[in-house]
Structure formats: structure tokens, C-alpha cells
């Protein structure tokens, strides 16, 4: 018998539970505080288990992340030298990019402006810009990246898309490399930060590469807040060198009561939820990558934590 335990506080037990049940007969899931045999736990499906979780798992094969982004399990010192897999959903890359898409054109048709007016009480005509004027810089372009760099495009913005390795995307004009980064920001009236974090990108986007921005450009941020020198893009966004932000992720979260960014009238904040996974898609490849692990077959999706992705 094999059992498979689940940790998340964020995600539900009983719906991935249900959905992975009928692919995986013979493998009793269950949470933590339910397993009866550590022995005979071979399987991990965790978001963000508590410091020291897979110690009493000696014969764990496969550890699944129940995300996108890896930095909060790659980091860790604790980790099994076993397989480390993630999610990789084309339902969690179109949630991300319909999200990337709302945020992005609440700017390019000066939403935020007509909700103020209506507060007022005022007729505010601004004559909608052309999309092709509006330049875009998508920031990472891996699988969820490179997917809303294309959403954007077919839109008819003028999207532009900088990774650290050179990519091809059709319709995005693509440039890599730190050398090309600066001139990359200083091209982009609207910025979405989708890197991974990784020691690389850890406070990559500084007071002075955000300062290389042009001045009243927005910035949208739905991958991770360490990316970005939060004290330093708050004081540009009081001061408008940074016009709005959309951001999903922050240094801390909860961001804390006493933020600045909360009161900001040109900040809008959601709480780290632009895309999340979804058990109906993702249970099947969740189950897959477990039934290989089982037959000692290679997994798909692994990650490598020297990588950071
Ligand atoms: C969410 O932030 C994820 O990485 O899946």
C-alpha cells in the first residue's frame, strides 16, 4: 500500500481528493495529520508544508508542488533528494493571462480614470487610445508568460517580452540578457512582471532600474514581490514617476494593515490570487507524474532546485 499526503492551507483536501482518487487506485490519500504509516508515504502533494514536514517520510519518491512557482519549496534546506515536479496547467497559464489581460487593458482604456470621475459625478470623455501605441513589456517569458505576452498581442498592443535565455514568440519582440534589460523598461508604458523568483531575479526590478521606466508608465505585478524593491516602487508611485500598479504579490503577505499601498489611489491590490490551481485540470497530470514515479518511469515537470525553477 502507498499513501499519498497532502498539505496546502490554501487549497481543498477534499476536491483533490475526490479527483485523484479514481486515477490512483491502490493509494491512499490523505492529509498529514491522517497518515498512519510514514512508511508508507511515497508521495508528496504540498504548497508550502511547514519547515522539517519531510523528515518522517523516509521513502518518499515524488514530491509534487501544488503551483506554478517553486521559489517558496526550492529554497528550503530541508528538501528529499527525490524528484520535485510542479503544475504545469494550460488552465492556470489562461487564468493567468485573462488576468494579465484585465489588468493591462483597465489601463489602455483608462478605467481607473472613469472610476474616479464617477465618484464625482463627472462626464470625463477621454478619447480611447489606439492599442498598437500602447507599448507592453511582459517580464519572463516562460509558460505562463509567454502566453499572456501572446493574449496581449492578439489585442494588437504593441507587445514586447525580455527572459534571461532568447525567445522566439510570434507577433512579441523579444530581447534577453541583463545587458538588454534597461533599455527593455524604458520602452515599456506598461511593465507585467512574470519572472520566476530565483537568486537572479530576487530584487531585479531596483529604485534604479524602475526608475528607468517612462514616467507615469503602469506596473503590474502577478508573479512574486520579492522580484521587486517594494519600498522603492511605493515612493515612485507616490510621486507618479510610476503612474498606477495593478499588484497580486508582495514582499510580505498578507501585505500588513499598515502598508502605504493600501490608501493609494493609483494602486489597485488583490491578494495573490491572478492564478491558482485548479484541481479539475491539473488532477490528471498530478496523477500521472505519481503513477510514474510508482513504476520508477521519469516524471514530467521536474524541477530543479540548483535551477531555482
Ligand atoms: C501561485 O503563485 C503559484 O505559483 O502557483
Not at 230 to 244: E, F, P, Y
Request: charged share 20%; with cysteine.
Amino acid at each position: 500500500m502507498s499513501t499519498l499526503v497532502f498539505y496546502s492551507e490554501f487549497d481543498s483536501f477534499e476536491q483533490w481528493s475526490v479527483l485523484l482518487a479514481p486515477h490512483l487506485p491502490g493509494v491512499n490519500i490523505c492529509r498529514a495529520e491522517e497518515v498512519q504509516n510514514v512508511d508508507e508515504v511515497h508521495f508528496a502533494l504540498v504548497w508550502k508544508p511547514p519547515h522539517g514536514f519531510f523528515a518522517a517520510y523516509r521513502n518518499l519518491k515524488l514530491l509534487v508542488n501544488l503551483g506554478a512557482g517553486v521559489d517558496s519549496l526550492v529554497g528550503r534546506d530541508d528538501l528529499p533528494d527525490i524528484p520535485i515536479v510542479r503544475l504545469s496547467d494550460p488552465h492556470m497559464a489562461r487564468m493567468m493571462a485573462g488576468f494579465v489581460l484585465f489588468a493591462v487593458l483597465r489601463y489602455v482604456r483608462d478605467i481607473p480614470a472613469f472610476e474616479r470621475a464617477q465618484r464625482e459625478r463627472r462626464w470625463h470623455y477621454l478619447h480611447p487610445r489606439s492599442p498598437e501605441t500602447v507599448r507592453v513589456g511582459v517580464l519572463g517569458l516562460g509558460e505562463l508568460g509567454a502566453h499572456a505576452a501572446q493574449e496581449l498581442a492578439r489585442q494588437g498592443l504593441d507587445v514586447r517580452g525580455w527572459s534571461r535565455s532568447q525567445k522566439t514568440i510570434e507577433g512579441i519582440t523579444c530581447s534577453s540578457g541583463i545587458d538588454a534589460l534597461d533599455d527593455f523598461l524604458a520602452n515599456s508604458d506598461i511593465l507585467v512582471v512574470m519572472l520566476p523568483l530565483t537568486p537572479q531575479t530576487q530584487g531585479l526590478l531596483s529604485a534604479e532600474r524602475l526608475a528607468r521606466l517612462p514616467h507615469g508608465s503602469a506596473f503590474i505585478n502577478v508573479s512574486r514581490g520579492a522580484i521587486v524593491d517594494q519600498v522603492a516602487l511605493t515612493q515612485a508611485l507616490q510621486r507618479g514617476d510610476i503612474g498606477q500598479a495593478t499588484l497580486d504579490v508582495f514582499d510580505r503577505e498578507p501585505l500588513p494593515p499598515e502598508d502605504a499601498l493600501w490608501s493609494m489611489d493609483n494602486v489597485l491590490i488583490t491578494p495573490h490570487l491572478a492564478s491558482v490551481a485548479i484541481p479539475a485540470s491539473a488532477a490528471p497530470q498530478v496523477a500521472e507524474n505519481i503513477q510514474r514515479a510508482a513504476r520508477g518511469e521519469p516524471v514530467l515537470n521536474q524541477v530543479f532546485p540548483q535551477q531555482g525553477y
